[in-house]
């Protein structure tokens, strides 16, 4: 029982900040606009975002291994799809910040998904 709970807990810090995460790109985009390719002002917040964007892409697919796996209830799983087609709008704000783009099947699986089990 504690095992689980303190999995429920965690899935649930995970979806928040993987929201908190995928919202602020579009604010990364307003900030440095144009100027993303090459320009100096932009140099060590988009060098920061890079690497964060890789710990995101990492959390995401943890996420994704836990909603396939079950182990989301049903608020959840919710949750993670709304996140999952959050992050298939703001693809175009990614390719515009030049960063790591998220596997192609983790954006493609909110078209179908469905909580496991039902």
Not at 69 to 85: K, Y
Request: no cysteine.
């Amino acid at each position: 029982m504690v095992e689980k709970s303190t999995l429920t807990r965690k899935i649930d810090a995970r979806l928040r900040s993987m929201r908190g995460r995928i919202e602020s790109l579009s604010l990364y985009a307003e900030r440095y606009g144009a100027s993303v390719n090459g320009s100096a002002a932009a140099g060590r917040d988009l060098d920061a975002l890079h690497y964060e964007r890789l710990d995101t892409l990492d959390r995401l697919d943890s996420a994704q291994e836990w909603f396939l796996a079950g182990d989301m209830n049903d608020e959840q799983a919710e949750r993670h799809r709304r996140n999952l087609l959050l992050l298939a709008e703001q693809v175009p704000v990614i390719r515009q910040l030049g960063l790591k783009m998220p596997n192609r099947a983790l954006v493609a699986s909110h078209e179908g998904s469905a909580a496991p089990g039902s």
